[in-house]
């Protein structure tokens, strides 16, 4: 067998030396038939991909132990960095897999896309070894160094590989049903370490292999095993047609006295209904005890390196009897005290498996014991065990067709954007920038409902797929290289934007900028007055008693406010909207959706039929705003999924404004306080949390210079028509930079919300906008204001402290969430909210700290999702003082289960064997 899997075996156990354990060779005439493996040509064979990660050779190779061609993974993804690790490591691998990787520094995920099969099912392979290919020891530091894997859309599991051997060799696998015709996998960035893989191998199984995994249940890897004396660390492909790969027991835990090998040739037969395909190869031998015996126990644990809150496992047990004779052999499986399978006989040369009826058990610790019943007159026999955790694949892909479309305009016009990796939509907090999806239906796929490509660089044709998204309501492919023509008897419901095209010049006004429109006006205007000015004073005299009767019986503004508006413009690509515009806009500032210490908020309706929200600035902080137009045109340029979109602005010296889309679930604040019928659940709360996380990360760090909102709150916290958060009100943001951190002259912030540093020395920096953060999760969590009377005036920080301090942290949980959420999740974001309002702000985490805890909790809040496989394979020296403790229990004087600690960390499993009388 390869080095590589004897270096990379599972998780190492407790050892004890010993002579070679006696073996009972129960050979008959029948030779075994076993199916012969998949071989060039075989279907089966044609089937397995293979896929070397980092490997720079696109003629691929092949694998001189397997026999299988392993190929470059450049068909497969997009973007990433390849890299060898250091020389140093090179002499300790067992395969070429093992000595090349690629990593992905850039973007919060990215993605691999396998070719499969629709509703085919597969078990998927994913291996990491680190080589300090980066020179930088990350693995050994003392960081934390932790990235994710989804499966799809879906959680699958975390990859930890902090303090772990740079040497040694992670392996994940997953057996999943493949949602469409391709199977994604895709790294998350944790921000805590850079993510990278070095292989990736997929493997189709048969439809009635492990029937408990379906479109709503895939399971990953826990541990799998193979009993009797096994010479091969690692048993796989081309023993196993399905290339599973099977630990050696014997070779895991000191298989010493009183474990005896049983062994047969004869051929195996499966009892109707089991359908596992274990090879015969590996139940032809079998572990079993002395006859004076009586139970066999394994335990089962989640390594230090694993959060198990959530975490949900399933054994199984193969068994074949291969006794020379038919034996009275019988035993009871048990979970703890909890029987599962009761008085079980394994039938002679016929292979039967066995399993809770698909039932995961909520556990991340016990003990399975296998225990002789009164009856019978032989102790416990096992010949393999294979123990798989739940992933729950409830997340929804983006609708078929919407993908299969955006992936042809993709091609079609050679994009290339960072978010633009995986599925459009889903997880929300992944999709892609300059994308809007509709998650309205919960049990439905997300439809991409807008798309904005300005400013892209697109070239040539209007692609027709655009026309073949029929959920498709807004697209903005302004200033772009568009040529030729347009679809129009397509367009009937597609608000479409071209400004900027050179389609421009050769289609209809109706999809191009209304400053065409203005300036064809504005021609004919001219024309007209030279020629017939008498005719445009009667049309202006006209016009102006139509809207007088117009306006007839509201109040009206005795001031003509057009004769303040400023001449010079500013050279930005957003809307400048005159003081009248804003008024039919707005139907005469009628309706009011919003008061602030800088101005009302106005609901308006553009000419398209867009809803807009207009944020007029009072006269008194006109006379304050010096920096208004310079904050206009710094907003112009700040584009995120998570920021409101400033559509334009009135610059005229008696009326300043602000217009922005409008968010039709209004803000949180609404919402947390009972304003609205709709109650957040725990996860809906932290996935707004995590919008608006983002949202400020971008002002922070992605805008040069960077910006601090100064009055974050859950009022400035809207929310769409699909609840996704989006951070409002720059009206009182500033650019900063490293030379100009603080701004004396204007108050910043809420009561409640204000950095307590800012009293004292008016410094603003991005930790301003931390602590206010850190009340907004409070508010989140608790459902109460930043100030209340309980019964005196009392700060919510303050307040959650007394709480927690007097009773649990179940007592600051809004009562509204029903006790509808899991209690360490909710304990993780009252620390980090908590570590939010520090008093120091050096002692506050960054934005891109904040998030990067925050993504970790969501996927197992969202699926229950947090499993335990894919164990670090490494295997150990003996502890001393193990081989005492051991000894101690087999010979009577203790029969409770210990588990034994062997050095090893990660997501994995400990399992312990031993017997008692």
């Known amino acids: 067998m390869l080095r590589m899997l004897q270096r990379v075996a599972l998780s190492p156990l407790s050892l004890v030396h010993r002579d070679e354990p006696r073996d009972s060779d129960n050979s008959e005439d029948d030779p075994s038939t076993e199916r012969p493996p998949p071989l060039p040509g075989d279907d089966r064979f044609q089937r397995f991909i293979n896929i070397d990660c980092g490997w720079k050779n696109s003629s691929g190779y092949v694998d001189p132990a397997l026999v299988l061609p392993y190929s470059s993974d450049g068909d497969y993804v997009e973007g990433g960095m390849n890299h060898e690790i250091l020389p140093e490591f090179m002499a300790g691998t067992g395969n070429d897999q093992q000595k090349t990787l690629r990593s992905f520094p850039d973007g919060s995920r990215n993605c691999y896309t396998l070719p499969s099969n629709i509703s085919k099912k597969y078990l998927l392979r994913a291996t990491f070894t680190y080589g300090n290919y980066d020179r930088l020891n990350k693995t050994l530091d003392g960081s934390l160094f932790l990235f994710g894997l989804h499966i799809g859309v879906n959680f699958w599991e975390a990859v930890n590989l902090s303090n772990w051997d740079p040497s040694q060799t992670v392996w994940k696998e997953v057996i999943t049903i493949a949602p469409s015709n391709f199977v994604s996998v895709c790294l998350i960035n944790f921000d805590s370490g850079t993510p990278f893989i070095s292989s990736l191998e997929l493997r189709p199984l048969e439809d009635t292999m492990y029937p408990f995994v379906n479109t709503s249940v895939s399971v990953s890897y826990f541990q799998r095993y193979r009993f009797g004396n096994v010479a091969d660390y690692i048993t796989r492909y081309p023993k196993d047609n399905y290339d599973r790969w099977w630990q050696s027991w014997s070779m895991s835990v000191d298989y010493s006295y009183p474990w005896i090998s049983l062994k047969t040739s004869n051929r195996l037969t499966s009892l109707p209904g089991n359908s596992f395909n274990v090879p015969s190869d590996i139940l032809q031998m079998a572990s079993t005890l002395e006859a004076n015996r009586s139970f066999i126990s394994f335990v089962v644990a989640a390594g230090p390196n694993l959060d198990a809150t959530n975490l949900q496992l399933l054994p199984i047990f193969h068994f074949t009897e291969i006794n020379q004779s038919n034996p009275n052999r019988s035993f009871g499986i048990y979970s703890g005290k909890d029987l599962l399978i009761p008085d079980f006989s394994p039938s002679r040369l016929r292979v039967d498996s066995k399993y809770n009826s698909g039932q995961f058990m909520k556990i991340s610790y016990t003990f399975l014991y296998l225990n002789k019943t009164p009856s019978s007159s032989l102790p416990p026999l096992i010949n393999a065990l294979e123990v798989y955790s739940l992933i729950r694949m409830d997340a929804l892909n983006t609708d078929s067709s919407d993908v299969n479309y955006i992936k042809e305009i993709t091609k079609q016009y050679n994009l290339r954007r960072i978010s633009w ?68 008897y397509q367009l009937k419901s597609l608000k479409l934007l071209l400004v900027g095209n050179p389609v421009c010049s050769n289609s209809k006004d109706t999809y191009c900028s209304d400053k065409t429109k203005k300036k064809k006006k504005t021609k004919s205007i001219l024309l007209i007055a030279v020629i017939v000015p008498v005719v445009l004073i009667s049309l202006l005299v006209g016009m102006y008693i139509l809207w007088k009767l117009h306006w007839k019986g509201k109040s009206e503004d005795n001031e003509d406010y057009a004769m303040y508006e400023e001449e010079t413009p500013l050279h930005i690509d957003i809307r400048r909207f005159t003081y009248v515009e804003l008024k039919l806009i707005t139907n005469n500032f009628q309706s009011i959706i919003g008061k602030g210490g800088f101005g009302i908020v106005y609901h308006g309706t553009l000419e398209n039929g867009d809803e807009v929200a207009v944020k007029v600035l009072m006269e008194t902080s006109i006379d ?35 217009v922005y889309d409008f968010m039709p679930r209004g803000n949180l604040q609404q919402i947390l306080r009972g304003g609205d019928i709709y109650s957040l659940d725990w996860e809906q709360r932290l996935h707004i949390a995590l919008d608006a996380a983002q949202g400020l990360q971008y002002l922070h760090e992605s805008c040069t210079p960077s910006i601090v909102h100064r009055d974050v709150k859950t009022a400035n916290i809207l929310l769409d028509k699909n609840l996704v958060g989006i951070i409002s009100d720059f009206g009182l943001s500033r650019a900063f930079n490293d030379a100009h951190t603080h701004i004396s002259t204007v108050a910043a912030g809420t009561l409640g919300y204000l950095d307590p540093e800012y009293h004292a020395t008016f410094q603003l920096t991005v930790k301003t906008d931390v602590y206010s953060f850190g009340i907004v999760l409070l508010e989140i969590i608790t459902g109460q204001p930043p100030v209340f009377n309980d019964p005196h005036t009392v700060h919510l920080p303050n307040w959650v402290r007394q709480k927690i301090a007097k009773g649990s942290i179940h007592d600051v949980a809004d009562k509204r969430l029903l006790d509808q959420y899991d209690a360490s999740s909710l304990e993780s974001v009252i620390d980090l909210a908590m570590n939010c309002v520090e008093n120091a702000a050096i002692d506050r985490p960054s934005m891109t700290e904040v ?20 164990t670090p394979r490494r295997k150990y020296s003996m502890d001393s003082e193990i081989p005492k403790q051991f000894q101690m229990m087999i010979s009577g004087v203790s029969n409770e289960g210990t588990s034994f600690q062997s050095g090893y960390t990660g997501g994995l499993t400990e399992i312990s064997m031993f017997s008692g009388r």
């Open 421 to 488: 990796n995986g599925d459009p939509c889903s997880p929300r907090e992944y999709s892609w920038e300059g994308l809007t999806c509709d998650y309205s239906k919960s049990n439905q796929n997300p439809r991409i409902v807008t798309v904005n490509l300005s400013s892209s660089g697109l070239g040539g044709g209007f692609a027709i797929s655009f026309m073949n998204m029929t959920s498709l309501e807004n697209l903005d492919l302004s200033h772009n290289n568009l040529t030729g023509a347009i679809p129009d």
């Open 851 to 870: 998030i990067s805890r925050l993504r970790v909790w969501l996927p197992a809040l969202s699926s229950d999702k947090q499993s335990a496989s894919g």
């Open 624 to 658: 304050e705003s010096t920096d208004f137009l310079p904050e206009v045109q710094t907003l112009s340029k700040v584009h995120h999924k998570n920021l409101v979109t400033l559509q334009g602005y009135c610059q005229n010296k008696k009326c300043l404004a602000l």
